[in-house]
């Protein structure tokens, strides 16, 4: 019998996982449009929310994300990087946010605190924890709760270079 394989085995699967999904093209969509001083990744953002979580909930779990992302690129240590919606393969700031909506609908403080001190200035850090509760949450309320992501798997991504960090094609959020 074929040895069964689960979603962390593929990665192209586990983002395709309504919570992982909601959370990193979320995140995508509104940070590029902070970028680029654009609405259209935001109305793809607010479809994509109101399509796996409906109207309401949708609509709560979209100003939930639009408070964190906003916060997060006041308070983030350098400028804030991520993919186009759709890539196949996060940079190491994605992983951090990631790793905290998981960290907190999955009470993991050592994986909380890990991504906060990665992610943000020690001033700020209880600032971003907020609205990244207030985000987490929300998805949480709707029953789409993130996979738990080790603090190790994260210290491993943010300790090592990647070569898509330096990609040029990776945008930056304005903050």
């Known amino acids: ?3 069964r394989r689960n979603e962390l085995d593929d990665p192209c699967r586990y983002f395709e996982r309504p919570a992982e999904k909601l959370v990193l093209e979320g995140y995508r969509c509104w940070t590029h ?3 680029t001083r654009s609405t259209e990744p935001w109305v793809d953002a607010q ?5 796996l979580l409906g109207e309401e909930n949708g609509a709560d779990a979209i100003i939930a994300l639009a408070g964190f992302v906003k916060t997060l690129g006041v308070c983030a240590v350098c400028p804030l990087r991520m993919f186009r919606s759709g890539a ?8 951090l946010v990631l790793g905290l909506i998981s960290g907190i609908q999955n009470a993991d403080q050592p994986t909380v605190d890990y991504c906060l001190q990665s992610l943000c200035c020690p001033q700020f850090c209880e600032d971003v924890a907020m609205t990244a509760g207030a985000f987490a ?3 949480k309320a709707s029953d789409r709760i993130m996979m ?3 603090v190790h798997v994260l210290a491993r991504i943010g300790g090592r270079s ?5 990609d040029p094609t990776i945008s930056r959020s304005i903050h």
Not at 47 to 51: C, E, H
Not at 162 to 166: A, G, L, P, W
Request: aromatic share 10%; glycine share 4%; proline share 13%.
């Open 47 to 51: 479809r994509l929310y109101r399509r």
């Open 148 to 150: 738990p992501i080790p």
């Open 88 to 95: 196949p393969f996060i940079c190491r700031d994605e992983a």
């Open 1 to 3: 019998m074929p040895e």
């Open 137 to 139: 949450l929300s998805l």
């Open 33 to 35: 449009g902070y970028a």
């Open 162 to 166: 990647s070569e898509n960090d330096r």
